[in-house]
Structure formats: C-alpha cells, structure tokens
C-alpha cells in the first residue's frame, strides 16, 4: 500500500494480466504480472463476490457465538472471543482482497487458489465455536480449526505470491518477501497449537504475531516496493464487505421480530418498531459509510491505504457486534436470556458508537483535517445513543430503544446532506489540491 514508485509496475497487456481492453475469454495460464493501478472500469469480480460469500458464514458464526455468552453476561470472554475471530476473518479477507486488486489475472490457477481460500474460510468459521467455548472456560485457547483453516489458505497465498516473483521481475523482491513473512507468521501460529500455552499466556501471543501480520505488509511496501493495487477497485471491495457484513444487522433485525411475534402471539407495535428500528440502523450504517470518499483520496494519496485498510477492521466487527447485540436483544424479549433490558441495549448501543468513532476517525485521517461540523455531528449522535439506553433505563421497552439507537446514523445523514457535503466537497478540493 506504498507509493507509487516509478518503475514499480509490471505491463498490463494482453499477454500478460487479461487487464486490457479485450481480455481474453479462456481461464489458460497466464502470467502473473502487475496490473494497472490507473485502470478505467476496475470493478469486483464475480470469483470475488463468491469468495465474499464465505464470509458471511464466517460473521455468522462470531456473531452467533458472541451472542450466546453476552446473553448469560460473559462480557469479557465474549469480548475477546469476537475481537479475535473479527480479527482473524478480517485479516483473511485483506490479505486476499489487496493481492486480487494488484494482480488477479483470472486464469486457472489463481480460480483454483481462490477455492483453496474459500476452503480455508470454512474451516477458520468452524473452529470458531470451540474457540469461544475454551476462552470461556479460561483454562487455553482452542484455537487448533482456526489455525487449520489459515494453513489452507497460506498455503495458497505462498503458493501465489512465489508464481508472482516468478512472472514479474518489477516486483520479484515484494513477492518474495511477502511469501516468507506469511510463511514464517504461519509457522509462530502452527507452533502455539503444539506448545498449548495458558490462556493469559496465548493471549500475550495472538497479540505478538497479531502485530507482526500488521507490520509486514507496511513493511514490505514501504521498504522493499510497492504493489500495483487500484485504489477504486479496492474501495469497492471494502464497501462490498460492509454491505456484506450488515447483513447481520438485518438477521439479527428478524430474530428480534421473530421474537416479539412469538411472545405476543401476533403483530404488535413492537414487532412494527423493532422491524422498522432494525431496517433504519442497517440502512442508516450503509448510508453514512458511503459519505466517505475514500476512492478518490485513496488514488491521490496510495500511502494512506494502511491507516484506512486496516481501520476497518473496527468498523467491519462493530458491524458484525452490531448484529449480535440484537441477537441479545432477541433473547432478552422472549426471556430466555440471563441479563437485564439495559444490559441487552447496551451490546446494541456500544457497536454502533463504536462504528461512528471508527468512520469519523478514518474520515478525518483520510482527508488529514478535523472538520468542526462533523465533530458536531459525531457528538449529536453519541447524544441519540445515549438516549436510546436512557428510555430503556426509564422503563421503555427494546423495540423502542431500537428505534432510538437507529437516529443515531440518521442525525450525520441528515446533517451531511444539508451541509456536511459541502464541507466535505471543500474538503476534498483542499487535499486533492496539496
């Protein structure tokens, strides 16, 4: 995610990355060379739509998991469990996503290796549940499926990376380097399973190579070479895999109707409210993440891709936290769960303030500028959040303090589309224009 560097990028010719004009209708070997970060019309492919969809499984099974020990009120080891099975599918997903953008030629092989990683994501989803099993019981972390499914994948990920130093001279250096640091990562993973350290102690060690996966491509980009990724390519991906990842706002919108209709026999004023709660806060997400214009200012600026790429890691799990705070919800109103309505607003509250600081941060970094009005507009909703957990705290029910939770997006909609456009149009024209 480094500069561009003159000379840093391999040709995109027909021969060589099916990037061009009429890229070629058979899936052959071909070579694996740099494509064009200037290329008109990048969009997502159909191979990376359907390895997006493994994800879903994957969000699924977190949220799912998390959901189960907040409603008993086992926040911490809720809370650690989901931040290292955000941390581990996020971290699956970029790896993939930034290498497709540099050089996906869609030939045989790199489809054949896209499976492999598809494999792998299942594998990581259905190590998830005994990995949250064992952090709640505090004796070690059963973290041996997880590690399993990133085997799969790494060993497509070498397996690319070796055939693009192979292929592209410009970038022989980036490539290699990238094959060994995953590679060596990958042995400091495999090695905990064996050594089946503490919980305290794994702990200590998902954080020492949880860095170490951080630094190495920042590294390698800005050390050795840079990587022809394409900023609008990949500012598409990101935002396909929020629109992905609120899809568990949604189920977890149903499972909270489902449950009021179950408890009340029929359609009532809380299964409207929280039908209509649900739909707004996931719409209202969606909304105020695509104000940012991060394609533009990613294209002008390569060497901000870092802070941005890897900030979503927080937005993408308090999405995902946001669906499995109504999924507490849910159990809250048909009374199988064992906390209280305030505890059960609040898992759906602290996401979504949660995922307003991350956006306002990774705006504000991306334009490096603190605009007074959106500071405005952050505060105005960490005031409706508040409020929303207040009425409950009052003796409101969950269906209303839904509905309040979702004014929380609404407040920056309606502020950035009466003034906050033109803040950040001027905005936009001032770090264009350094």
């Known amino acids: 995610m480094a500069d561009r560097q003159p000379g840093d990028l391999g040709a995109a010719s027909d021969a060589g990355t099916g990037a061009s004009v009429h890229p070629p209708l058979d899936h052959r070997l071909r070579r694996m060379v740099g494509r064009d970060p200037d290329e008109p019309h990048r969009t997502a492919t159909p191979l990376e739509l359907l390895f997006d969809l493994t994800f879903v499984v994957a969000f699924s099974q977190a949220g799912t998991q998390a959901a189960h020990l907040?409603?008993?009120?086992?926040?911490?080891?809720?809370?650690?469990?989901?931040?290292?099975?955000?941390?581990?599918?996020?971290?699956?997903?970029?790896?993939?996503?930034?290498?497709?953008?540099?050089?996906?030629?869609?030939?045989?092989?790199?489809?054949?290796?896209?499976?492999?990683?598809?494999?792998?994501?299942?594998v990581l989803a259905l190590g998830l549940p005994p990995m949250f099993r064992s952090i709640d019981e505090g004796e070690h972390l059963d973290n041996g499926v997880v590690v399993a499914g990133y085997v799969v994948m790494r060993v497509a990920t070498v397996a690319l990376w070796l055939r693009i130093a192979r292929h592209d001279p410009a970038h022989r250096r980036s490539a290699l380097a990238y094959a060994t640091v995953v590679g060596v990562i990958q042995v400091g993973w495999v090695t905990t399973i064996f050594i089946n350290p503490s919980l305290p102690?794994?702990?200590?060690?998902?954080?020492?190579?949880?860095?170490?996966?951080?630094?190495?491509?920042?590294?390698?980009?800005?050390?050795?070479?840079?990587?022809?990724?394409?900023?609008?390519?990949?500012?598409?991906?990101?935002?396909?895999?929020?629109?992905?990842?609120?899809?568990?706002?949604?189920?977890?919108?149903i499972l909270t109707i489902?449950?009021?209709?179950?408890?009340?026999?029929?359609?009532?004023?809380?299964?409207?409210?929280?039908?209509?709660?649900?739909?707004?806060?996931?719409?209202?997400?969606?909304?105020?993440?695509?104000?940012?214009?991060?394609?533009?200012?990613?294209?002008?600026?390569?060497?901000?891709?870092?802070?941005?790429?890897?900030?979503?890691?927080?937005?993408?799990?308090?999405?995902?936290?946001?669906?499995?705070?109504?999924?507490?919800?849910?159990?809250?109103?048909?009374?199988?769960?064992?906390?209280?309505?305030?505890?059960?607003?609040?898992t759906v509250a602290v996401?979504?303030?949660?995922?307003?600081?991350?956006?306002?941060?990774?705006?504000?970094?991306?334009?490096?500028?603190?605009?007074?009005?959106h500071i405005l507009l952050f505060v105005l909703s960490m005031v409706a959040l508040c409020i929303s957990v207040l009425a409950v705290v009052a003796g409101a029910s969950m269906a209303v303090g839904i509905v309040l939770a979702a004014c929380a997006p609404l407040v920056v909609i309606v502020g950035y589309e009466t003034i906050g456009h033109r803040h950040q149009a001027e905005a936009l024209h001032r770090a264009l224009d350094r």
């Open 201 to 253: 102690v794994m702990l200590g060690l998902f954080a020492v190579l949880g860095t170490l996966e951080l630094l190495g491509p920042y590294l390698i980009e800005r050390r050795i070479g840079g990587t022809p990724w394409h900023a609008h390519h990949i500012a598409e991906r990101y935002g396909l895999l929020v629109i992905i990842t609120l899809g568990e706002v949604v189920l977890g919108t």
């Open 70 to 122: 907040l409603e008993i009120g086992h926040f911490t080891p809720a809370f650690i469990g989901f931040t290292i099975a955000v941390f581990a599918i996020c971290l699956a997903w970029i790896n993939y996503s930034w290498l497709a953008s540099a050089y996906d030629n869609d030939d045989v092989f790199f489809r054949v290796a896209t499976m492999v990683q598809m494999l792998g994501v299942l």
């Open 351 to 373: 996401p979504v303030g949660l995922f307003l600081i991350a956006l306002f941060t990774i705006y504000s970094l991306l334009l490096r500028e603190f605009d007074r009005f």
């Open 258 to 346: 489902s449950a009021v209709i179950e408890k009340q026999h029929e359609w009532s004023v809380d299964a409207v409210l929280v039908a209509f709660g649900g739909t707004a806060l996931a719409f209202g997400m969606w909304w105020v993440y695509f104000t940012m214009p991060s394609a533009k200012v990613l294209h002008r600026f390569r060497e901000r891709g870092f802070v941005w790429g890897y900030g979503h890691l927080v937005i993408f799990g308090s999405i995902a936290a946001t669906g499995a705070g109504l999924h507490v919800a849910a159990f809250e109103i048909d009374g199988t769960a064992h906390i209280g309505e305030v505890a059960a607003m609040l």
